[in-house]
Each structure stands twice: as C-alpha cells, then as structure tokens.
C-alpha cells in the first residue's frame, strides 16, 4: 500500500469523525429549548361562566423563583387589571389570583425565568360569559387542557437553525475543497 493511500484514508477517516462530532451536536440542540406553558386553567379560548378567583398555569419544567422573575398580568377588554396581588410558584405551577369583574375576553400576559435562566414569555386569551358581578371561587373553573397558543422567548438560549444550517455548508464545503486538493495532489505526484 502506498504512502499516499494511507494519508487519504487517514485524513477520509478523521473528516468522518469531524462530521459525525458536529452532528451529535447539533443534534443534542434540543436539550438547550427553554421551558414552555403546556396547560392553563381557564384554558386558552375557553369561555367561561365568570371570572374565576384564580387561574393556573402548568408549564413544562421547574421555574425559578427569584424576586421579580415571575410577572402575571390579567386584563379585561377594556384593559382594567384583574390582578389581585403576586403570583405564587409551586414547582411548575404558577397561580395568580384575580379581583373585580369582567365580560368578554381576558387576557392573560405572563413573563417567567425558565429552569435554565432564560426569560420565557407569552399571553393567552379566554371569555368571561356571564355579567361582570360574578366571581367563581377556586376548584370550580373550567379544567386544565393543553394549549394552542405559542409562547414567546425572550432569552437568547438555544442556537438558531440557521447557523446550524450556515455551518453545515462550512463543513461541506471544506470537505468538498480537501478531498478536490488530495486528488489533485495524487494525481500529480508519481507513484513510488
């Protein structure tokens, strides 16, 4: 076997296990996505009887529950706040209780620091039916269900698909552009 054969097989498996390390990466990305709410009670679009004394929301990992990281704002449609006091964190559940009255649609805009630091955000909507004099006690509101709505991130965790995508291209080209200059080269250096 010649010297130059080795070298490329050399070089051919090296780039492989290059190439095989930058896709276990990126393919281990995942693990970097925020938490995210994945239940509400009143659910998003749900409509209900009257405005509950409370609402809850579930989300997919421990938050962190530092001073100020968790916001919960509760609006009726005329923007009045429905919010009555801070919101409460028990493990992935986060509580707001609520005051005056309401009809129509409430909005609910949350602001929380996810499991791995990063701000999450995002707002949901529901429907008060009933006149606005009426508050339903806690347990009896409508059940949890998972959500439609997608929250916003506001951190900047995670990597972005187009620099996977970007880097990538990187790869191939530079792959492309030593297997061209090792051919080159072996065709232009005699056998031994």
Excluded: C
């Amino acid at each position: 076997m010649s010297h130059r054969v080795h070298t490329f097989r050399s070089v051919l498996v090296g780039l492989v296990a290059l190439l095989l390390g930058g896709l276990s990466i990126a393919v281990a990305s995942p693990a970097w996505a925020h938490d995210e709410l994945i239940g509400a009670d009143p659910s998003v679009n749900a409509d209900v009887g009257a405005l509950p004394a409370q609402i809850t929301m579930t989300f997919s990992g421990v938050l962190m529950d530092e001073p100020g990281a968790t916001q919960v704002v509760v609006t009726d449609a005329a923007g009045a706040s429905l919010t009555d006091g801070e919101p409460t964190l028990d493990g992935t559940h986060l509580t707001q209780s609520l005051s005056g009255s309401a009809s129509g649609p409430v909005t609910v805009t949350w602001r929380v620091v996810s499991s791995d630091g990063h701000p999450v955000s995002g707002q949901y909507t529901f429907t008060v039916q009933a006149g606005p004099s009426q508050t339903v006690p806690p347990g009896e509101t409508t059940t949890t269900q998972t959500l439609t709505a997608t929250p916003t991130s506001s951190g900047d965790g995670g990597v972005p698909v187009f620099v996977w995508v970007l880097l990538g291209l990187v790869v191939a080209a530079a792959l492309g552009a030593l297997v061209a200059m090792l051919l080159r080269k072996s065709r232009a250096t005699p056998e031994d």
